[in-house]
């Protein structure tokens, strides 16, 4: 069996055993089904959403995609400019960290009374919960530069900016993308906050509706396709790495 057949099929039988276990248990303990849907229980509460539960998903996913690009907008140069530049670095990362540190879930009804209940404060409330681990993950990999690389392209006469662009934002490519898988799990979350309190559609809101209704299986239904499209983004951003920066894997990998 090779590698990559294992690498799948090994966390594929633990699923579908973990998931054999949970409704033998269900069926044993006789758990009622509002304090512990089954598999089944769950999977007929999805059929019973319908086409609902994929348009809400298609809502959802939207919000993330958005807030996801304008984290990466605004994350990847401020990991830049932190690094690169003492004194940008102590004017605004101490208001970064500020800004990071205020729970999203305290500030997010304060964004739908100021932006409304439209998708931009979603949007907004995506942002400043994904952006932060971006930022972070390439001032890291900015500052983790070999000095002598920089003294070859300083030789070389490169200015400030070719050093950046052909020195150290490859070098912290291995970095950023480590942060872009944090940042894009987070925003799943984010998204999710957002709509617990500003929308009517998609699966944030079929949760609180959901269990409003006492319809717990119908929510864990909704509650399995968001950690389902948080997998798929992740591996997206995983294979988007290994495909088109495989050489900065490789280059760690060497280390």
């Known amino acids: 069996m090779s590698s990559t057949t294992r690498r799948i099929l090994?966390?594929?039988?633990?699923?579908?055993?973990?998931?054999?276990?949970?409704?033998?248990?269900?069926?044993?303990?006789?758990?009622?089904?509002?304090?512990?849907?089954?598999?089944?229980?769950?999977?007929?509460?999805?059929?019973?959403?319908?086409?609902?539960?994929?348009?809400n998903s298609l809502e959802t996913l939207t919000t993330i995609l958005i807030g996801f690009a304008l984290?990466?907008?605004?994350g990847i140069p401020l990991g830049v400019l932190v690094s690169v530049n003492r004194v940008t670095s102590e004017a605004i990362y101490p208001l970064i960290v500020f800004l990071?540190?205020?729970p999203i879930v305290a500030i997010a009804?304060?964004?739908?009374?100021?932006?409304?209940?439209?998708?931009?404060?979603?949007l907004i409330i995506v942002t400043l919960i994904a952006f932060f681990p971006i930022m972070v993950a390439t001032a890291s990999g900015i500052l983790d530069t070999p000095e002598e690389m920089l003294d070859l392209a300083r030789v070389a006469g490169a200015s400030p900016l070719t050093e950046i662009l052909t020195v150290r934002l490859p070098h912290a490519v291995a970095f950023i993308f480590g942060g872009l898988r944090i940042g894009v799990t987070v925003a799943v979350v984010g998204a999710v906050v957002a709509e617990f309190v500003?929308?009517?559609?998609?699966?944030g809101f079929l949760v609180t509706s959901s269990t409003a209704q006492f319809a717990i299986p119908t929510a864990m239904a909704c509650v399995v396709m968001l950690a389902i499209i948080s997998v798929l983004l992740y591996e997206s951003v995983n294979l988007v790495h290994r495909v088109f920066f495989g050489w900065s894997i490789r280059r760690e990998a060497g280390h």
């Open 10 to 55: 090994a966390p594929l039988f633990t699923f579908l055993l973990f998931l054999v276990a949970w409704q033998v248990i269900s069926w044993g303990l006789k758990v009622p089904v509002y304090l512990l849907p089954s598999p089944l229980d769950i999977w007929n509460g999805g059929m019973r959403l319908g086409p609902t539960i994929f348009s």
């Open 100 to 102: 990071n540190a205020i």
């Open 71 to 74: 984290s990466c907008a605004v």
């Open 109 to 122: 009804p304060i964004l739908v009374v100021i932006f409304g209940t439209d998708i931009t404060a979603r």
């Open 198 to 203: 500003n929308a009517n559609k998609g699966l």
